[in-house]
């Protein structure tokens, strides 16, 4: 069974720090794009940065680049989002998602290329 677990999201103060992981099951986790993305109460969902399968290239929005950080450990099957300078806008359901398609300068920003989701995670910034 193909699963994608989102943890460690919460209420934080805004300028605090936060770091969202993401266990994967079922599929070759080590061949996967893992991407995190997401979406705002009223709001479409939201890219915000993917990591290709061996960590070595990563991609990010702007609204997030410099502030959070996306990293994975192939060997525990966990992808990492360290979230920094947090923001009341930054509140929102946080999702994992995957694809066995490589990741290119050109594509894996999209929802609709991500086959296997997570249930996301609420993580709620208050100032």
């Known amino acids: 069974q193909v699963q994608l677990v989102e943890s460690g999201g919460g209420l934080v103060l805004a300028g605090g720090s936060r770091r969202l992981s993401c266990a994967a099951s079922g599929i070759i986790f080590s061949s996967y794009t893992m991407a995190w993305f997401r979406q705002a109460p009223g709001k479409g969902r939201e890219f915000l940065t993917v990591i290709s399968a061996n960590g070595i290239m990563s991609k990010y929005a702007e609204s997030v680049k410099c502030r959070f950080t996306i990293s994975r450990d192939n060997a525990k099957n966990l992808v990492y989002l360290q979230m920094n300078s947090l923001k009341p806008d930054d509140t929102a359901i946080y999702y994992c998602?995957?694809?066995?398609?490589?990741?290119?300068?050109?594509?894996?920003?999209?929802?609709?290329?991500?086959?296997?989701w997570g249930q996301g995670i609420q993580v709620t910034v208050s100032s």
């Open positions: 998602a995957g694809s066995p398609a490589p990741l290119t300068t050109t594509t894996m920003t999209n929802s609709g290329e991500f086959q296997t």
